[in-house]
């Protein structure tokens, strides 16, 4: 059985056929492990652009990668042809630092292979979720590779970061030092039709507070100062992405701007708070955007879990 671990680099371009944006594939990297996390062989392709012909900047910075650079290699149809020769049709499970990777992999064979299923992929896991269980991370804390890296003590610098194969390598060594064979098994999951409901399921942010899913036992706030329950000033009003409301702890005389967003999943809501202790002088109604502090209030917003 081998773990593969893969990573993409992708641009995001305009796709006419689309009639929007896609994140085209320009690099593919992976590392083969064996049971006993080995090195048993890499790949590593560039991949000809077919839809954008030029890199955005964010792209070349963190890459390196040129225009010229996706201008040459084989197109992504061959490329996806020859990855999946590579990992071959034993037992393997692949592996991503989180599931940014497959997602905009199923998009890519969608567009040019007119397919709604990845070839090789009937076992896969989610790195960053498996690290994130591990160290009793919550889920929203999505923490990247090189953050984590550092929390193993392993330097990042010695890999070739923001490529393929580099970070192929360093989701590679960060398995290595934080292997549990039972917890992976358990986050490992078939590809079968679940799966791919689940994948592209499209998160979205509820907007109304008749939407069944809101739990109004969540539209509260419980003073930081002396944890006792404040009392609403205001009534409810939805602005970028949150439903916020004024509270103030009358035995402390402190007010607070509070917010709080439901996003729903595949099969969860996320419920996030935030609030904002509301400085003397600064009484005019909040407009900032997702749970961001006010001018002059920074020092004392804080997210509520």
């Known amino acids: 059985m081998y773990y593969i671990i ?3 680099e992708w641009n995001n371009a305009y796709a006419w056929k689309l009639q929007g944006a896609i994140n085209e594939i320009i690099e593919f990297g992976a590392v083969k492990l064996d049971e006993n996390l080995q090195e048993v062989d890499t790949f590593s392709s560039l991949v000809k652009s077919q839809i954008g012909k030029k890199l955005m900047g964010r792209v070349k910075r963190l890459t390196n990668l040129t225009n010229a650079d996706i201008s040459v290699g084989e197109p992504f149809n061959k490329v996806a042809s020859e990855f999946r020769k590579w990992v071959g049709t034993g037992d ?3 592996l991503t630092w989180g ?3 497959i997602r905009v992999l199923l ?3 969608r567009y040019f292979c007119v397919i709604e299923k990845i070839p090789f992929l009937t076992r896969y896991a989610d790195l960053q979720k498996y690290y994130q269980k591990m160290h009793g991370l919550h ?6 590779l090189s953050d984590a890296a550092v929390r193993l003590e392993i330097d990042p610098t010695l890999y070739d970061t923001h490529r393929a194969l580099g970070d192929s ?7 290595r030092k934080a292997f549990d064979r039972d917890l992976l098994a358990g986050m490992t999951v078939c590809c079968d039709e679940t799966f791919y409901s689940r994948l592209l399921f499209k998160p979205t942010v509820i907007k109304k507070l008749t939407n069944p899913s809101v739990d109004r036992k969540e539209l509260f706030y419980t003073c930081e100062n002396c944890g006792r329950k404040a009392k609403r000033l205001t009534e409810w009003k939805y602005s970028n992405q949150y439903f916020r409301a004024e509270f103030v702890c009358e035995p402390c005389d402190r007010k607070y701007r509070v917010g709080v967003r439901f996003k729903k999943y595949y099969d969860s809501i996320d419920i996030r708070k935030t609030a904002t202790l509301v400085l003397p002088g600064d009484d005019e109604e909040c407009g900032c955007a997702d749970g961001e502090p006010e001018a002059g209030a920074a020092d004392s917003a804080a997210e509520v879990n």
Do not use: F, T, V
């Open 139 to 144: 889920a929203s804390r999505q923490i990247g």
């Open 99 to 101: 599931d940014g990777d």
């Open 107 to 109: 998009d890519n064979y």
């Open 6 to 8: 893969l990573d993409l």
């Open 92 to 94: 393997n499970i692949i």
């Open 169 to 175: 390598l360093l989701s590679a060594e960060c398995l």
